[in-house]
Nanobody, 121 residues
Framework: QVQLVESGGGLVQGGGSLSLSCAAS????????MGWFRQGPGKQRELVAT???????RYADSAKGRFTISRDNAKNTVYLQMDSLKPEDTAVYYC???????????????WGQGTQVTVSL
């Protein structure tokens, strides 16, 4: 079993910053790509950013230039630094990881529990 535990969500004013962390633990043989998704009120879950095991990054257009994704492979942790936050960034943010589990020969997707980010005017 694998668990993803997130932290860092909260309430901030527009233009402010927030840092999210997500640590993976459990029966992990290896971690491949990791990423962040979000789901705002009445909207579908959408991709925010991803990062490969080698550190290659991709961003949604809405996040590019304002958000930075990074990872620490030694800690099995992915981070999301969010700057210049806007009210439209308000959403539940979910951590995702592609994991090879011990006693398994394939990769599986795991999700964090989600953390609320609220950006006020």
């Amino acid at each position: 079993q694998v668990q993803l535990v997130e932290s860092g969500g909260g309430l901030v004013q527009g233009g402010g910053s927030l840092s999210l962390s997500c640590a993976a633990s459990g029966s992990i043989f290896s971690l491949d790509a990791m990423g962040w998704f979000r789901q705002g009120p009445g909207k579908q879950r959408e991709l925010v950013a991803t990062i490969t095991s080698d550190g290659a990054t991709r961003y949604a257009d809405s996040a590019k230039g304002r958000f930075t994704i990074s990872r620490d492979n030694a800690k099995n942790t992915v981070y999301l630094q969010m700057d210049s936050l806007k009210p439209e960034d308000t959403a539940v943010y979910y951590c995702n990881a592609v994991v090879m589990v011990y006693a398994s020969s394939d990769y599986r997707y795991y999700w964090g529990q989600g953390t609320q980010v609220t950006v006020s005017l």
